[in-house]
């Protein structure tokens, strides 16, 4: 695949700082504007909106030197802070604050033994999209495609990806629907490109690359299938009559022209009441995750398969 989500070994997208100010062996806070110089890059749809925001946060420290505390009269500018003065350690560091203004930064940056800290927060806008979006942690990107384009995204640059957030809007407009169908993903694939259209995901987990065994053999034109990714790239290919890497960056030409081939594929996980469902409607591959309801015993594949074609046609 082209670009894969741990998918991925592209380099990538999004950078904010976040930073200790200097002073630390001096015991001072530092200007915030001074020092986020450089903040994370965006991680963008392929019309240029942002599919994440940066959010600044500060955290305010106390460097405590090994001296006495009884009696000691602290600064009047951390004394709100310091809400159970008994239990502070006499040596090391002490959060007085983990969510501070601006204006208590100005305050508590002038005083002696008082560190502040800047971290940036990256927020997704859409939630469903957060497992594919990854997560940032003390500035670097640990999963998702924050991972995967984190060189990039350090450095300020900020990353086009494939995403459309027209048709993410769309399926976010379908979601009062999706109870009934039990879903738990949904992917938007372009087949004469192979680009990530649109994705949800109802929980934590990134289910495009999850590891599948099907209840019955399947070996399509890609080769074995071992993740629903592997099975989109195997029904790429089917279509185009050519192997097709699915991607999650955007592509300004037609990779093949697609057959007139109608698709259609409703796979039940091994071990699980779990299903995979595929669909053909125009240039576009749907590709939906879900599971049968637990109190049911039995479940009509006929039914399952007519309502999954009805939300086919409504996204």
């Known amino acids: 695949m082209r670009c894969k989500l741990n998918f991925c070994s592209i380099i990538a997208f999004f950078i904010l700082g976040l930073a200790f100010f200097y002073g630390l062996s001096s015991g001072r806070g530092l200007n915030p504007s001074g020092e ?32 006495s505390l009884l009696g000691r009269d602290w600064p009047a500018e951390i004394q709100p802070y310091l ?7 006499k040596k090391g560091l002490f959060l007085l604050s983990e969510s501070l203004t601006l204006e208590e930064v100005k305050k508590l940056e002038k005083v002696e033994n008082v560190v502040i800290k800047g971290e940036v927060e990256r927020k997704t806008i859409f939630e469903g999209l957060k497992p594919l979006i990854g997560d940032v942690s003390g500035g670097e990107g640990i999963s998702g495609l924050e ?11 900020s990353v086009m990806t494939s995403l459309d957030a027209k ?17 738990k993903g949904i992917a938007l694939f372009r087949i004469s490109t192979g680009e990530l259209i649109a ?13 599948i065994s099907f209840a019955e053999d399947y070996t399509g034109k890609g080769g074995k299938v071992e993740t629903p990714l ?9 279509l185009c009559e050519k192997p097709v890497n699915p991607t999650f960056l955007p592509i300004k030409e037609k990779l093949c022209e697609p057959s007139e081939k109608e698709l259609e594929y409703l796979f039940f996980l091994k071990d699980s009441r779990e299903w995979i469902y595929l669909a053909r409607k125009g240039d576009l591959l749907h590709v939906l995750f879900g599971g049968l309801p637990e109190k049911e015993k039995t479940y009509s594949f006929e039914k399952l398969k007519n309502n999954l074609q009805y939300l086919v046609k409504g996204l």
């Open 36 to 67: 986020l110089k450089v903040k994370r890059g965006y991680l963008l749809d392929r019309e240029g909106e942002p599919l994440v925001i940066n959010k600044e946060n500060f955290k305010a420290y106390l460097i405590l030197k090994g001296e």
């Open 83 to 89: 809400k159970r003065p008994l239990e502070i350690p």
């Open 147 to 157: 991972k995967t384009f984190d060189p990039l995204l350090k450095k300020g640059q």
């Open 167 to 183: 048709f993410i809007k769309r399926i976010y407009s379908l979601n009062k629907n999706y109870g009934e169908f039990f879903l």
């Open 199 to 211: 994705y949800y995901s109802q929980g934590e987990n990134e289910w495009l690359e999850r590891k």
């Open 230 to 238: 592997s099975l989109v790239k195997n029904c790429l290919a089917e």
